[in-house]
């Protein structure tokens, strides 16, 4: 029985042909934009998802908790917080907004001055040549390691160990020795900086100290024994640290898990809103399959008539329009969805990522979609059902 | 059995005007009659088929099928005594444009739910019985008007209402269609369904059992 009125419905698609596409094309438009904005929204999730999950994860940094705390971080800090208990090693940390000056370009960076141990505690790895060594370290070398990207943007390739840079340090450009490149992304300290900061140089600290007049450190890393994530270390750890420091709260952990998340979050929310204001769209859409019924059932006056006098019920003429609203915006959400999947995959094959099914968010565009659909199409289905079989055969 | 009792029915037009369609009909059709009801254009006979085929109500009066009393129904009621006891064949022959011939005869059966595996066979009949078992997958653009007409009978032989209105069957087909439409009435009526035809061609109305005139909306004989 439903089957003959879909069949029906199917049909009566099928005449109204330009109006049907039309419908549809709203539809799918509105279902393509909630596919690809949630698309996008699912694979950047799991490309952090899946760079902090390898990159830090067992990192944190110790940081003043305000820039007016008064806390200087020194070498015994270092020491004394790589001895705490859940910590296997601590690294100082300087950091400052730069410049390089490379082949003549100008180009912004941020300097970080690190030690032998930024392989481990922040994750950086070297794509050509090495990274900064305890020898660098020790004898202040005027040596650095860049961004593979730094590389490429200026000398139009990633290998340029042997060249020499100028870095904008204490005011004046200085000369370096580019020793490694490093493999550009979200790495570890990058999500500390909230990935404002994209290309960065790493040099030793101590020459860094030697070049800003600093005899402290601006944060100390840490690698701990286990999951940085876990609540109950941080707290240990912060108190510990604060009570190194004969403080109550002026120094703070930051763990990568918690910037993973805060990141994810925001992700999360945009993702959100931007496919909120594309559902309007399928609302508009709804609103447009009401349009679209509405003149059908004019056209299809005297079939509605027709039907009504070999026994159609109102029941039966009104489960055949809304049928036929359902199929349309279910044709149409699914011309969209394939098309916004097709466009996701298209794009996740140009930037060289993992495709990620939004699976939720497909389910979600569809059923809301239908919903609209079976919605919008009473007032015209109760419509026809309502005609008068005599008015409608005239 | 159908008995009308002083059947009335007026419009109102969209200026206001009043126009009495019928004035106090009363007639009485008893089961398996063949019964033309023949008057001039606009005379009042097809505002009485639509009655007789609950597709409209009186304003007043009374007009008894089978005992029930169809003005005091609602339109479910109606739609369910349309789908079990009455059939229509309409001058312009009032086929689904979008379905096969096959599909316009199942229509009916498809409203009174019967089983889709016995529909197929109904259809079949019905179709054969008309002659038009190799044209069922055909649309109604594709068929001549006699054929056409042909369809709306197996329509409602394949419904198998026991009451049959034709309003002015063949109003619109040449003579020789215009016979065998007749000709299949006739045979629907001798397998015991009622007939009623509305005509305003006396050689039609001659051929039935008998002959009700209606002239100004009301029963002249």
Redesign the interface.
């Known amino acids: 029985?439903t089957g003959?009125k879909a069949i029906?419905a199917f049909?009566?698609i099928k005449?109204g042909k330009s109006r049907s596409l039309l419908t549809l094309c709203s539809v799918a438009v509105g279902v393509f934009a909630v596919v690809v904005i949630s698309g996008i929204g699912s694979v950047g999730t799991r490309e952090i998802n899946s760079t902090m999950l390898t990159m830090g994860i067992n990192s944190a940094m110790v940081e003043a908790a305000g820039t007016g705390s008064g806390i200087n971080l020194t070498d015994d800090d270092v020491t004394a917080f790589g001895e705490l208990k859940g910590v296997n090693k601590a690294m100082p940390l300087m950091g400052a907004m730069s410049k390089a000056k490379i082949l003549g370009k100008f180009l912004n960076c941020y300097a970080w001055g690190v030690d032998q141990d930024a392989k481990d505690i922040i994750s950086i790895e070297a794509v050509h040549g090495r990274l900064i060594d305890d020898k660098d370290v020790e004898n202040h070398a005027p040596v650095c390691v860049i961004d593979e990207v730094l590389a490429e943007e200026s000398y139009g390739r990633s290998n340029i160990v042997g060249k020499k840079i100028n870095i904008l340090l204490g005011g004046s450009y200085r000369e370096f020795l580019v020793v490694g490149i490093a493999k550009s992304g979200i790495t570890g300290l990058q999500s500390v900086m909230s990935g404002i900061i994209p290309d960065f140089v790493y040099l030793p600290y101590s020459t860094m100290q030697d070049i800003v007049g600093k005899t402290s450190f601006d944060k100390i890393a840490l690698l701990l024994e286990k999951d940085a994530a876990d609540e109950g270390l941080a707290k240990t750890l912060t108190a510990e640290v604060n009570s190194l420091k004969d403080s109550s709260d002026g120094l703070v952990i930051n763990n990568f898990q918690s910037q993973k998340g805060q990141l994810t979050d925001i992700l999360s929310i945009i993702t959100t809103v931007l496919s909120l204001i594309a559902g309007i769209s399928l609302v508009v859409s709804g609103i447009t399959v009401m349009t679209a019924m509405l003149v059908s059932v004019g056209e299809r006056t005297?079939?509605i008539g027709?039907?009504?006098?070999?026994?159609?019920?109102?029941a039966?003429i009104m489960i055949e329009f809304l049928l036929e609203s359902v199929l349309l915006t279910a044709f149409g959400s699914l011309i969209g969805i394939a098309a916004g999947l097709g466009a996701c995959l298209g794009g996740c094959l140009v930037l060289g990522v993992e495709f990620v099914l939004p699976l939720e968010s497909v389910i979600a565009a569809f059923g809301f979609s239908v919903l609209m659909g079976a919605l919008f199409g009473v007032y015209p289905a109760l419509k026809a059902a309502r005609l008068?079989?005599?008015e409608a055969?005239r | 059995m159908i008995v009308t009792e002083n059947l009335t029915k007026i419009y109102s037009t969209d200026g206001g005007i009043k126009v009495k369609a019928l004035d106090g009909v009363s007639l009485e059709i008893r089961d398996g009659e063949f019964i033309a009801i023949v008057g001039a254009s606009g005379s009042g006979k097809t505002t009485l088929m639509?009655i007789m085929?609950c597709?409209?109500i009186p304003t007043e009066g009374k007009y008894t099928l089978d005992g029930a009393d169809i003005s005091l129904l609602g339109?479910?009621e109606l739609?369910?005594i349309?789908?079990?006891k009455i059939?229509?064949v309409f001058q312009g022959f009032?086929?689904?444009?979008?379905?096969t011939a096959a599909e316009n005869v199942e229509?009916?059966l498809?409203?009174?739910?019967t089983e889709?595996s016995s529909r197929k066979r109904i259809v079949t009949e019905a179709l054969e019985a008309v002659g038009l078992e190799k044209r069922a997958n055909h649309l109604p653009s594709e068929l001549s008007g006699g054929q056409q007409q042909r369809v709306a009978i197996a329509?409602a032989f394949a419904?198998d209402a026991p009451l049959i209105l034709a309003d002015e069957p063949c109003g619109n087909l040449d003579s020789r269609s215009g016979t065998d439409v007749m000709e299949m009435l006739h045979g629907l009526n001798r397998i015991g369904k009622t007939v009623v035809l509305i005509t305003h061609d006396e050689k039609a109305a001659l051929t039935a059992d008998r002959q009700i005139r209606i002239s100004d909306g009301k029963v002249v004989v």
């Open positions: 029985m003959s029906s049909r009566s005449r005297r079939e027709i039907k009504k006098s070999i026994g159609a019920g109102n039966d008068r079989p005599i055969l | 639509n085929g597709l409209d339109s479910g739609s369910r349309r789908s079990r059939s229509f009032n086929l689904i444009p979008s379905l229509l009916p498809i409203y009174r739910k889709a329509r419904a």
